[in-house]
């Protein structure tokens, strides 16, 4: 066969090209599918995939409906649902499971072509970016750009893996093709030049073609901002490339008709469908720029009919014979006459929240948004570990359509800028955005090459391949600097993309990643489900929207009825709501996080109730840490009965939120480390101590650590309900060679009884045997400290608490109630204690949360508790204390009179009155515990109790301890 028989083939090499990339994309994609799948149940990765489940099953129940208003999240006021959900990402998944399911999926059905979704369109993007690349290169060089997008890692190949099923897959689909239509559209303005006239005359045929860019560019406009409607954004670098063109083409002399007649018909166009799916969800009288409204439908027209009223101030002013240079003042006016409208309007809003989210470079985002990984700016190292030097060659090839659009009339080269520039900018103000620089990435390579090989005159190479003489001539009459501008494009592709070149990078192949949280998904929200009473409202039913976007959650004065919330940080809401199928108060909508921030870090249970009980009253997302309690304190008091028995019933924490991410949940609140970190000396060696960062004072008050560690010992409201199997090590960490510190941070994961590695001992073990001042050797010269090992996730309920009344023989005396408890699953024993001191009249009040007896099944509206009473509460009056030993509590001291009393989950419930019988102790029979110093692990809690270390009474101690009945009790 010689070389003229190819000729026949060489268009069909494009799209054989393209669909073996898209082979290999989806093969990369589906690698850690076996991850995800687990007993005939998806896993999906990361939090919002959870979301999009939740949607397509209402979708699939409800076909084709969705709905605006979801009342399962964000409680106790219900939420918009934000960004993209319910959008052309969900109906497009739904419609194929339902091909599937032959209209009536199952369930792991539904899940399964959820989390394959965003493979699909992973590696479907393949086909626009080589649209794309096409209009300004050539074939050749359009199949660079889909290489190099196979390739790239990073967000792009995050979001568009198995389980990850999330609609950026979609989105970085849909604005590529938005991008290929708008250039379509363009390309047919210049080339078919359509008129007026042509309208006039009702020349169709002549329009035919310049209509049919107009519907290719439409549809893919409005296909994207169907997809995420605040993808609205769009109109500004598109809107942006059009008037500039315009202007330019008025200054030069060139008409502005052909590309205002198609751009703003593409504009108008693209209103049509957005409006009709804002007005099938009653969205209408809503403007948001966030979430589906009229804001995107009005918006696309409006600058549509801006577009057509500019080509008209251009015709006006050259049928007056006005100045070319008029016209861009004119169109400067005119901006300036819209800004004014934005500002009067309150919609500037609207437009600094785009500055700030796309353009900022990071400098305006809030404090507590730079907590967030994906919201924070990417840096430079980041861009060469996502996309190796190819990062660098599409900065090269935006800086090349830079000068190439100011030195010479490229209209398509200008919407492609300032795309581009776009794409770059968002990504260098929020990393999350790295699935749409990809695209940009891969296009500028690709058309930085182009350029480059033109400017070397590398296309002008034709090698005769006749012969082998032939060949051997061609080769040697390569010029030096070509073939080294051939090794320096192959250079590109090969570091990083490839072959690893430094820590953090790795190719494709070797990045993926899927699956859950394993200690959430299946321990602790499967025992949630199944162990807590179902919400008052249905998982799958539009319920109206609320007028003031605030819904009446069903309630009733018994803490048995009604609807309820579950807190925890706003990573895990989705989780809760999907997985546990309970309605979450805090989600990764960002709402609620302030709230979460200031009850997390509280340092009184006082105010994390007044918290949870002044929200019903409180507006949407309130910054409550700006509030004092005697505020909050006032609200409650003037609740009437809706917001009062609006209860937040559930309490979340997990090894996380704990440890690392701690410091971002203060944030939030301006709880920074000044506040929760100290100086301790640490006991690093017999004989050798070091002065370290740890955690101080302020964080072991937080209600986050008294929940976590503490098991609610000593707290009025919160009874630990169940732990998950799987626990978790926090530590400190030094190292004395390099001086490296790490502060609080989850050291690892694993079963209770798992071994640390090198140690023989288990995490529970490590967690006993070192006080938090002493430190475990970790190799070498590093060092744990602050070692604490707990269960990955606790779950506590809020309740009123039962009330323990008695009266002793004497006043002004120390009481102490004891329950012994332990967990069913981990069979791990530890004990809640309260205090009190006896009034005058020798009477005392305690308000305990925790039953010794179960009396209220699920079925009732309880909770099926998964941490059983050894006992009833032991009661002791005296100058008594209490001390950790082992994780045994014991009674130390001198106790004077004692008692036992059941409590009963009722009366926890319903605050009932407990009254506790007290005898009197002969000294003869009691049984003093025999305790060496060194066992004892809480020192501090024996001499906060007034006893010291070898059990005698420490003068003064009644009245330290001595705290009024309506104060919080002590540790």
């Known amino acids: 066969m010689n070389l003229q028989d190819y000729d026949s083939l060489e268009r069909y090499v494009p799209h054989v090209f393209v669909l073996v990339m898209m082979a290999y994309m989806t093969w990369i994609r589906l690698l850690p599918r076996d991850r995800a799948i687990s007993d005939g149940q998806v896993f999906f990765t990361a939090n919002d995939p959870w979301y999009h489940i939740r949607v397509n099953e209402f979708i699939a129940a409800n076909y084709p409906a969705t709905f605006p208003f979801d009342v399962y999240t964000h409680f106790p006021y219900g939420s918009f649902s934000s960004t993209g959900f319910g959008g052309l990402f969900n109906q497009i998944t739904v419609f194929f499971a339902m091909i599937v399911g032959l209209g009536d999926p199952s369930q792991y059905q539904l899940e399964l072509v959820t989390a394959f979704a965003p493979v699909a369109f992973g590696a479907a993007c393949a086909v626009p970016v080589y649209l794309v690349a096409r209009q300004v290169t050539d074939r050749v060089y359009a199949l660079v750009a889909v290489l190099s997008l196979a390739l790239v890692t990073g967000q792009f190949l995050n979001r568009t893996t198995f ?95 052909y590309l205002a007649l198609v751009t703003g018909g593409v504009f108008l166009l693209a209103a049509v469908p957005v409006m009709l799916y804002v007005l099938l969800m009653g969205l209408q009288f809503r403007i ?125 080269e200008l919407i492609l800028l300032l795309w581009g520039a776009t794409m770059y900018s968002a990504y260098f103000t929020q990393s999350r955005f790295g699935y749409y620089v990809a695209l940009a990435v891969a296009v500028f390579t690709a058309y930085g090459i182009y350029h480059a090989v033109k400017l070397l005159d590398l296309d002008d190479l034709e090698i005769e391949v006749d012969s082998l003489e032939n060949l051997g001539e061609s080769v040697l009459d390569v010029k030096g600097y070509q073939v080294i501008a051939i090794v320096m494009i192959l250079f590109l592709f090969l570091p990083v993309l490839v072959f690893p070149i430094g820590a953090g990078m790795s190719p494709a192949w070797e990045s993926v990643r899927a699956g859950g949280d394993q200690p959430w998904q299946q321990d602790a929200l499967d025992w949630m489900e199944d162990n807590t009473p179902e919400p008052e409202v249905d998982y799958l039913e539009n319920y109206p929207t609320p007028e003031d976007g605030d819904f009446d959650y069903p309630v009733d004065e018994s803490p048995l009825e009604g609807s309820y919330g579950v807190i925890s940080w706003w990573d895990y809401g989705h989780w809760i709501m999907h997985v546990g199928q309970r309605v979450p108060n805090a989600n990764p909508f960002q709402q609620g996080n302030q709230m979460a921030s200031d009850y997390l870090v509280s340092q009184s249970e006082e105010r994390s109730n007044l918290i949870l009980d002044a929200l019903p009253s409180l507006e949407p997302d309130p910054h ?348």
Do not use: C
Request: no cysteine; proline share 4%; hydrophobic share 40%.
């Open 163 to 257: 389980g990850n099923a999330q609609h950026q897959s979609a989105e970085a689909f849909f604005i590529t093709f938005a991008v290929f239509g708008l250039l379509f559209a363009v390309n047919r303005a210049y080339t078919e030049k359509p008129t007026v006239a042509h309208l006039q005359d009702r020349d169709w045929e002549g329009l035919k073609p310049a209509f049919t860019g107009v519907v290719v560019g439409a549809l893919a406009l409005s296909m994207y901002v169907l997809t995420w409607p605040a993808g609205i954004f769009v109109v500004v670098p598109f809107g942006l490339a059009i008037v500039v063109q315009m202007v330019r083409d008025h200054v030069k002399g060139r008409p502005t008709e």
């Open 624 to 971: 409550t840490h700006e509030m004092s309690d005697d505020e909050l304190r006032d609200i409650v008091d003037q609740q009437g009965f809706q917001e009062a028995n609006e209860d937040t019933r559930y309490v979340m924490i997990d090894d996380q939120m704990a440890a690392g991410k701690f410091g971002a949940i203060g944030t939030w609140t301006g709880f920074t480390g000044e506040d929760y970190i100290d100086l301790k000396e640490i006991q690093l060696g017999e004989n050798f101590t070091e002065s370290l960062p740890a955690t101080g004072d302020g964080y072991d008050e937080t209600t986050l650590s008294r929940l976590y560690f503490d098991d609610a010992r000593s707290m009025e409201s919160y009874r630990l309900v169940h732990e998950t199997e799987t626990y978790g090590m926090i530590s400190s960490s030094v190292d004395l060679g390099t001086g490296q510190q790490q502060v609080n941070q989850l050291f690892m994961r694993d079963s209770y009884d798992g071994e640390i590695p090198g140690t023989g001992l288990s995490i529970q073990e490590a967690g006993q045997m070192f006080q938090r001042d002493q430190a475990m050797p970790a190799g070498g010269n590093a060092y744990l400290y602050d070692i604490r090992a707990e269960a990955s996730v606790k779950t506590y309920e809020r309740v009123e608490g039962a009330k323990l009344t008695g009266e002793a023989n004497a006043s002004d005396e120390l009481v102490f109630a004891i329950v012994n408890l332990e967990t069913e699953n981990t069979d791990r024993s530890f004990s809640y204690v309260q205090n009190t001191t006896t009034d005058e009249d020798g009477e005392f009040e305690m308000t305990v949360p925790y039953a010794s007896e179960h009396d209220v099944g699920v079925d009732e509206g309880g909770t099926n508790s998964a941490v059983e009473p050894e006992g009833p509460y032991e009661v002791y009056v005296g100058q008594v204390g209490v001390a950790e030993v082992l994780g045994d509590t014991q009674v130390i001291g001198e106790p004077e009179e004692t008692g036992n009393v059941d409590v009963t989950e009722s009366d926890v419930y319903f605050g009932e009155t407990v009254d506790v019988e007290l005898v009197e102790i002969d000294e003869e029979d009691l049984e003093r515990p025999e305790i060496e110093e060194e066992d004892i692990v809480d020192e501090e809690q024996v001499e906060d109790e007034g006893i010291d270390d070898a059990g005698e009474t420490i003068d003064g101690a009644g009245d330290e301890a001595g705290a009024e009945p309506d104060e919080e009790p002590g540790g």
């Open 288 to 412: 948001h720029g966030a979430s589906f409204s009229s804001l995107q439908p009005i918006t696309l027209a409006a600058t549509g009919a801006g577009i057509l009223f500019l080509h008209g101030v251009a015709t006006y002013l050259e049928s007056e014979d006005y100045s070319r240079e008029a016209y861009p003042a004119a169109v400067g006016a005119l901006f300036l006459v819209g800004i004014v409208f934005l500002w009067l309007t309150g919609l500037i809003e609207m437009f600094e929240s785009l500055v700030t989210r796309i353009y900022s470079f990071g400098y305006l985002a809030s404090p507590g948004a730079q907590t967030i990984a994906e919201q924070s700016p990417a840096r430079w190292l980041q861009g060469i570990s996502e996309f190796g030097l190819l990062f660098v060659m599409g900065l090269l090839g935006l800086i090349w359509a830079l000068i190439r659009v100011v030195t010479k009339n490229r209209p398509l």
